[in-house]
């Protein structure tokens, strides 16, 4: 498993643009143009667990193979079990699945990690967390969905802050590393929300892509978490 603290900032704040947001004719472009990224946020769908299609390891694979910045796959696929290790294996940085798919999320976590990637559990905007305190222990990051899973563009939900503070809470309480992703929603106008609840890791789509300079943007959404962090 990489080390805790691989690709992370000064400060502990991780950007992570969301490709849903990039063009995806001319994806390895843009792929470029987000150097300062703290890694590319790659949504695998399948039509089942969400209402959307998007692609499977081919495209990601081809995506690792061309990004300047590490591959965090977030799964919105059932079956993970059978599913998720190959996304390690084709050397994504992190791999997250869902929580509300899989059948033995311990034991997929760990067999991640096992393969080098990051482990990372997601929860949609409806459930609870509590369900995730005894395995903080066992993954990397757990990613609190701040919309419903499956489509970008999406306006932030307020409402996911509160199972969100109380995450970060029992983090601090357990002395645990892990990281606490959002995804949804995030912009100049969100992410200080999400920074003061708790989060260290922010996945942004069209605030990053559809900036006229995504670089600059990646950097202005960085202090702007940074400066609510310090505030929490």
């Given at each position: ?27 390895q472009a ?7 990224a703290?890694f ?12 959307n299609l ?18 965090d796959?977030?799964l919105?696929?059932d079956?993970?079990g ?24 311990v ?9 080098g ?6 929860v949609?905007p ?16 757990i ?5 419903e899973?499956?489509?970008?563009g ?8 509160p ?6 809470d ?56 940074s400066?609510?962090a310090?505030r929490?």
């Open positions: 498993m990489p080390p805790l603290d691989e690709n992370s900032r000064p400060g502990g704040i991780r950007i992570n643009p969301s490709i849903l947001a990039a063009d995806f004719v001319n994806m843009d792929l470029a143009r987000i150097s300062t703290d590319v946020h790659v949504d695998v769908m399948d039509n089942h667990f969400v209402p998007t692609f499977g390891p081919q495209m990601v694979g081809r995506i690792q193979a061309t990004s300047p910045v590490p591959l796959v977030h919105m696929i079956d993970p059978r599913w998720a290790p190959e996304y390690a294996e084709l050397g994504a940085a992190s791999v997250t699945f869902h929580l509300e798919a899989a059948t033995e999320p034991t997929l976590a760990r067999r991640l990690r096992a393969i990637a990051r482990a990372g559990i997601a949609k409806a459930t609870a967390v509590e369900g995730l305190f005894d395995l903080l222990d066992e993954v990397d990051q990613l609190v969905m701040t919309v899973p499956g489509f970008g999406q306006s932030f939900m307020p409402e996911t802050m199972k969100l503070r109380r995450l970060a029992e983090a601090r309480r357990r002395g645990s590393a892990v990281w606490l992703q959002v995804d949804g929603g995030i912009g100049e106008s969100t992410i200080a929300q999400a920074a003061e609840a708790g989060a260290d890791t922010f996945v942004a789509g069209s605030a990053v892509f559809g900036a006229g300079d995504p670089d600059a943007a990646i950097t202005a959404l960085r202090a702007t978490a400066r609510a310090h929490h």
